[in-house]
């Protein structure tokens, strides 16, 4: 016997049972009614989205019997020959076949005489960016000055290949990809029709397989329907797909930089004759949906997944900042190429997983700034308690003075507290400091003793003991500055290390 399959069971017959472009059928309907439909138009978008079904209606709605009308009766005598696709007036050309210049010669030969049977003439050329150069030139005059009776449907999945003097002579329909919840509508009716109960798991794994596509929806579903698979697992067995629990446990080691399971699991998927190349690619849009999540919530508009997957997807979001779900991002999608292009995509999809999980936990803009408005605020304290006083002196008066001079004069606090020989009797600061030093420069001295007086009243005064620096002070001072608290929480903050040291006079 001979079986019909799924995508050309179901094919709509009329603008109402195209699903998923409103925005088209909504249009020409209109200018059916108002007797405006264009001479030429041309129907853009992925494979499968309904372009030439929608081509072949229009074809019908325009020679209906009981038209032009904007629904075909498709019970005329018309209606049933473009639908049994025999009809003599409604010419259906394959671009990739028929390319070249000298079919469409013989295309402007014909259309100059008038339909045998139908009210118009209608060319359905698909594919039509397949076309040589020298054919679309010959095509040019046609398309702008065509007979009453003629009208052109030209389709593409590459409009970008049509030249410009073609595309400027075509009303552009622009088809849409079809969301993953419409699809699994669809395809539960469609089951539905054919007396078979699917569970929502499934019907969902095989809407995202279809990648928006309608038809390939059906075909994998009709796929599914002859190898007897209901559930979940069955489909992805029946299938090959790559099952949506493993990518999610897949990028769950990853964050969590578990090598070992995230290995495991891309062994697994290559074990069970999953396509590693679209692993790597659901890899690049699953931490680019999480990077969605983490910035806009759950919006079912930007990211295009079940309800219950994008939940926990999000809750996986909430554990990782925005900047570390980039890195992983442009991680996969710079791997995603070595993986397409290497002769053992399973070592390199490997080592991009490995690479991913040696990513750390980037901290925000926000929350460095934060850290270091609250090192600012404490350190000082700190410092000051660590550096050793005289008995008589009065440390909370002293430590009070170099957050204030940290604020006032950043260079000079960090200075006066490297300084270990420093006197303070209430009235007289007196400082042991180092020759060619930072306050042999007179208007840092300026500087300081401003500061004492603008803190302290106008009656106190600073002296300074300039000595001699001993050969191992660059070791002491290298020493001293990777213990400065304030060098250790910064070193911590960042995540770096000291690598150098250069004095740094600046002006305040």
Known sequence: MSYLVLARKYRPQTFDQVVGQDHITSTLKRALALGRVAHALLFSGIRGVGKTSVARILAKALNCEKGPAENPCNQCPVCEEITAGRAVDVYEIDGASNRGIDEIRDLRENIRFMPVRARYKVYIIDEVHMLTKEAFNALLKTLEEPPAHVFFILATTEAHRIPLTILSRCQRYEFRRLPVRRLVDHLRRVAASEGVEMAEAALSLIAQAAEGSIRDALSLLDQALAAGARSEEEVIDALGLISRRLLVDLIEAILASDAQTALSLVGQAADFGYDLLRLSEDLVRSFRDLTILKVCGADEVLVNLPSEEIGRLESLARKVSVESLHLYFQTFLREHEGVRRSALPRLALEMAVIKACEVKNVLGLEEILKEIKRLHSSTAQSMVASTSLPSGETPGDLSGFLSFLKEKHPSLGAYLNQVKNKVWDGRVLRLQVPKGGLLEHKDRRQSLEAAL??????????????????????????????????????????????TGFKPHLRKE
């Open 453 to 498: 007086k603008e803190f302290f009243g106008p009656e106190v005064t600073l002296e300074l003991d300039f000595q001699e620096e001993e050969p191992n002070n660059s070791r002491n001072l290298r020493r001293d500055i990777l213990q400065d608290p304030l060098v250790q929480e910064t070193v911590k903050v960042f995540n770096a290390r000291v």
